[in-house]
């Protein structure tokens, strides 16, 4: 074969012993030709790059208790690491429903959990938002059983052409579906600066949103770095050191990426819909990672007690393990809540 063969593509090398972009990582991106590599990486309390570790498994199994022959929906897929811990549990006779919509993610994901061995008629796949949870409901006859996961994965978040990160050089889109929408740079340019400060403190709470809306009103910022950049200027003048910085612009993002996909009104539409599609004695699981999220599930869950639509509900939110969030630091802001339908529902 030549050497001049463009069949024949050599995998992109990295200078010294570290991987530093994204696209260089191809160990961690290949991890079933590089299994040693990954569990070095998790070794040392990382996520390896393209990868996703689901947060508290354990605790989700214990509260949705899954059973043979039940019906599940897994609202938020993923990397679908929850999913692959429900589905040997329902089995035999019963059925997982997985809906995300990511259309880059979700393919792979359905590739990955095809190849262990669920065929359709164990684990269904649909791309929708939680518009759509009515017309499934239909098809699955209702659920026993159902999680949502709102945190965003972490290939998104590692990839740094999906523009979720200030750590890398990306175009600043954050949108879940990048076919769909304006992107972050565009939503940006379309704020006037007190609108801005007032998006920065209802998503993120951010003590900074006036000096962060005027350092970064009227200023062309296309990319991830432009944001950041103009973010640490206007953090300098007000004295902050480097975690209170990156913890500003953490929340900055945060607040951007809520705004772009519409995120609190999806989740609001996704707790008024669910007590429908649930059966009696059906159980929820939802994973929030941000107070924005955390209230809203709280006061939908106490309202369904209030009314009658469940039976109990978390009285405090669950928190990942001192283990966990030492091995995966990424599950340190989670909270798990979980409510309860009676077993028969009132005439």
């Known amino acids: 074969m030549s050497h001049d063969d463009p069949s024949r593509q050599r995998r992109v090398r990295y200078k010294g012993t570290h991987p530093r972009r994204f696209e260089e990582k191809y160990k961690e991106l290949s991890p079933n ?10 070794a040392r309390g990382h996520t390896p790059a393209g990868t996703h570790r689901s947060i508290m498994v354990e605790e989700i199994l214990e509260v949705l208790a899954p059973q043979p022959g039940e019906v599940a929906l897994d609202a938020t897929l993923g990397y679908g690491g929850h999913t692959q811990a429900l589905l040997p549990l329902l089995l035999p006779g019963g059925r997982l429903f997985g809906v995300d919509v990511d259309p880059l993610e979700l393919p792979r ?4 959990l095809r190849s262990l061995g669920y065929g359709e008629d164990a684990f269904t ?24 996961d709102l945190g965003v994965s972490s290939m998104q978040i590692d990839n740094p052409a999906r523009g979720f990160t200030w750590k890398a050089e990306g175009p600043l889109d954050l949108r879940l579906n990048p076919q769909r929408g ?14 801005l400060a007032d998006l920065l403190l209802e998503n993120a709470d951010e003590p900074h949103s006036v000096a962060i809306a005027r350092a970064v009103h009227g200023q062309s910022i296309r990319t991830t770095r432009d944001l950041a950049d103009h973010v640490r200027a206007a953090l300098r003048s007000e004295r902050l050191d480097e975690d209170e910085a990156k913890k500003a612009l953490q929340r900055t993002f945060q607040a951007l990426r809520i705004a772009v996909n519409d995120e609190f009104t999806v989740l609001d539409q996704f707790l008024s819909l669910l007590p429908g599609c649930l059966n009696p004695g059906g159980r929820v699981a939802i994973l929030t990672f941000h107070s924005g999220e955390d209230r809203r599930v709280k006061k939908a869950f106490l309202q369904g007690l209030r009314d009658g639509i469940y039976a ?11 283990e966990e ?7 340190t802001s989670a909270k798990l809540r979980w409510a309860l339908c009676p077993a028969r529902r009132s005439p």
């Open 125 to 148: 796949v649909r791309r929708m938002n939680f518009a759509g949870l009515p017309r499934l409901k239909a098809d699955s006859g209702g659920f026993d059983l159902v999680l949502a």
């Open 33 to 42: 030709q590089h299994a040693r590599e990954l569990e070095k990486v998790m």
């Open 312 to 322: 109990e509900v978390a009285p405090e939110p669950i928190r990942a393990s001192p």
């Open 182 to 195: 304006r992107s972050a740079a565009d939503l940006l340019a379309a704020l006037d600066e007190g609108a």
């Open 109 to 112: 994901t359905e590739i990955r």
């Open 325 to 331: 969030r030492r091995s995966n630091p990424r599950s």
